[in-house]
């Protein structure tokens, strides 16, 4: 099957601990993102990768990195400088070669800070 | 800068009845849009898109969504509700003229669905 995946599903943290989320694709897609989802707020960008070795900032990047060191992968690290990291965390996909492709999601992973 | 807003937090419709969902957009240039269902604990899934052409746009499960360039809006509809339709309905918008190549959601519409 063609698509993304997102691990793990459920992620607990304890405060000052780093995190890393994992993504995958197999779609063959340049483009890769990441949101975070919080209730009655929608989608907020945190980081984008159009190309591999190359990823811009969001909307809200503090706190968060990540590495695209290959085009199937692109980790999410939640560092203890993100005050409030327990959310709902999507990664997605496109075809970079034009904007108006729409995007894939994976089916998310649950953080939750203790 | 670009934007999307959902007016609705929760639209409730009996089975059976058309549904709509509401969405306007502000974009300094022209907009590409899309509509996405999110189902509880899962991702996102595309619905349908506008880029050009024809402002009735047809996707996935009977929806469809009409593009409103002088009142800058991308209502979703549906002729017939299924209570299988409930879900959460995210709209999202790009600039096709700026640099930005990230989509800007909308806060999220939560469709009830009652038999």
């Known amino acids: 099957d063609g698509g993304i995946t997102q691990s793990p599903k459920y992620l607990f943290r304890k405060e000052g601990q780093n995190v890393t989320l994992s993504c995958e694709q197999n779609?063959?897609?340049?483009?890769m993102y990441w949101y975070r989802q919080d209730p009655g707020q929608g989608l907020r960008l945190i980081y984008y990768?159009?190309?591999?070795?190359?990823?811009q900032k969001g909307d809200i990047a503090e706190g968060y990195s990540v590495s695209r060191e290959k085009k199937e992968s692109f980790p999410l690290t939640v560092t203890s400088a993100q005050k409030n990291p327990t959310a709902f965390y999507l990664c997605?996909?496109?075809?970079?070669?034009?904007?108006?492709?729409?995007?894939?999601f994976g089916p998310g992973t649950r953080l939750t800070v203790l | 800068a670009q934007s999307v807003a959902q007016p609705e937090d929760q639209v409730n419709v009996a089975e059976g009845n058309p549904l709509t969902v509401k969405c306007t957009y502000s974009?300094?240039?022209?907009?590409?849009l899309f509509w996405y269902v999110q189902y509880p604990n899962r991702g996102l899934q595309f619905l349908l898109k506008?880029?050009?052409?024809?402002?009735l746009v047809k996707g996935s499960y009977g929806f469809e969504a009409e593009f409103n360039k002088s009142q800058t809006s991308f209502h979703l509809k549906k002729p017939s509700a299924l209570v299988s339709d409930s879900a959460l309905y995210f709209c999202?918008?790009?600039?096709?003229?700026?640099?930005?190549?990230?989509?800007?959601f909308g806060s999220g519409t939560r469709l009830q669905v009652q038999p």
């Open positions: 997605a996909s496109s075809k970079a070669e034009s904007s108006y492709n729409e995007q894939f």
């Open positions: 779609l063959n897609h340049d483009a």
């Open positions: 990768s159009q190309i591999v070795n190359d990823f």
């Open positions: 974009v300094s240039g022209n907009p590409y």
């Open positions: 506008y880029i050009t052409g024809d402002n």
């Open positions: 999202a918008v790009r600039d096709m003229d700026t640099g930005r190549r990230a989509l800007t």
